[in-house]
């Protein structure tokens, strides 16, 4: 074979030099007889097709993998504060294990009350059965009093009556007066 600008792959493969896949023949191959540079550019035109879908799908696996990679790092992300939020939630647990009633409460949610009384939560804590009581939802005044919420817990100097009679809406005043454990 010929001795031109590129290694051999073959009997008669040149790898050409970049600047002549490119159309621009190097300088320093000026000497390359005409023959042997006629077939250098078919082999170059030969080859553009194939090396141009090598780098598509070169460049298309490298779009993929940084998508992967930076979808990894979001889920990483996510999962680190999903673990950062349910430790913090552990810790407020720890210090204040009345919390599960509270929320629930709070969230008018019978079902987690109910739940949390079934898991041993505490009804002793005075301000649960009030909080409910002044929130107006009944079923969950209900549901602590049945557990044996203090009847007798005040908040603010008044007691659970006199929080009950001070509700707004005249139905849910009568409905929470009417609860078995609320009658004087």
């Known amino acids: 074979g010929a001795v031109w600008s590129g290694a051999m792959r073959g009997p008669s493969q040149p ?33 553009r097709e194939p090396l141009s879908a090598y780098f598509e799908e ?8 940084e998508r992967v990679a930076r979808d990894k790092r979001l889920e990483d992300a996510a999962n680190a504060k999903e673990a950062a939020a349910k430790e913090k939630e552990a810790e407020a647990l720890r210090k204040f294990p009345a919390k599960v009633l ?9 079902d987690r009350v109910r739940q949390a009384l079934a898991d041993g939560h505490s009804v002793d804590t005075r301000s649960v059965v009030c909080m409910a009581v002044a929130r107006g939802c009944v079923p969950v ?15 603010d100097g008044r007691d659970l009556v006199e929080i009950a009679r001070g509700l707004k809406n005249a139905e849910v005043r009568d409905q929470m007066l ?4 609320m009658q004087p």
């Open 141 to 155: 005044a209900a549901a602590l009093l049945d557990a044996g919420a203090d009847i007798g817990a005040t908040q």
């Open 15 to 47: 790898i050409p030099l970049v600047a002549e896949l490119q159309g621009r023949p190097n300088k320093k191959d000026a000497h390359v007889s005409g023959r042997v540079h006629l077939q250098a550019v078919y082999q170059v035109d030969e080859m």
């Open 102 to 110: 509270v929320d629930a409460v709070l969230d008018d949610d019978v």
């Open 178 to 181: 009417a609860l078995p454990r």
């Open 58 to 65: 070169k460049g298309r696996r490298e779009r993929e993998a």
